[in-house]
């Protein structure tokens, strides 16, 4: 098993900075591959990024692309997501997620961290 948890979220303004931490334990995670989505109120948790347990294959969103960045750190079994030039549209709650196919569906995930809270302000 492998327990996710997220830290980092908070309130920013749009233009500001986040960066988000998923630490894992239980279980390394440097065979896995790791993925980071978001939920908004009502919705679908959507693809946001996600990096092949090497780190060095990494795929996003396009709405992302160029402003958030996914990176790991497998001695720490630790994942981060940077997420620059925010803007309130990335408002959601953000989830980490284990997976040992590198995919972007949300729907073959194995494990999923609790979840934490991103809001940009205008």
């Known amino acids: 098993q492998v327990q996710l ?20 334990s239980g279980r390394t995670i ?14 679908e948790r959507e693809f946001v990024a996600a990096i092949a347990w090497t780190g060095s294959n ?5 709405s992302v692309k160029g402003r958030f960045t996914i990176s790991r750190d497998n001695a ?14 990335d408002t959601a709650v953000y989830y980490c997620a284990a997976n040992k196919i590198l995919v972007s569906d949300a729907s073959l995930y194995d494990y999923w961290g609790q979840g934490t809270q991103v809001t940009v302000s205008s």
């Open 5 to 24: 948890v997220e830290s980092g979220g908070g309130l920013v303004q749009a233009g500001g900075s986040l960066r988000l931490s998923c630490a894992a």
């Open 30 to 43: 440097s065979n896995y591959g790791m993925g980071w989505f978001r939920q908004f109120p009502g919705k």
């Open 58 to 62: 990494t795929y996003y969103r396009d």
């Open 76 to 89: 720490k079994n630790t994942v981060y997501l940077q997420m620059n030039s925010l803007k309130p549209e």
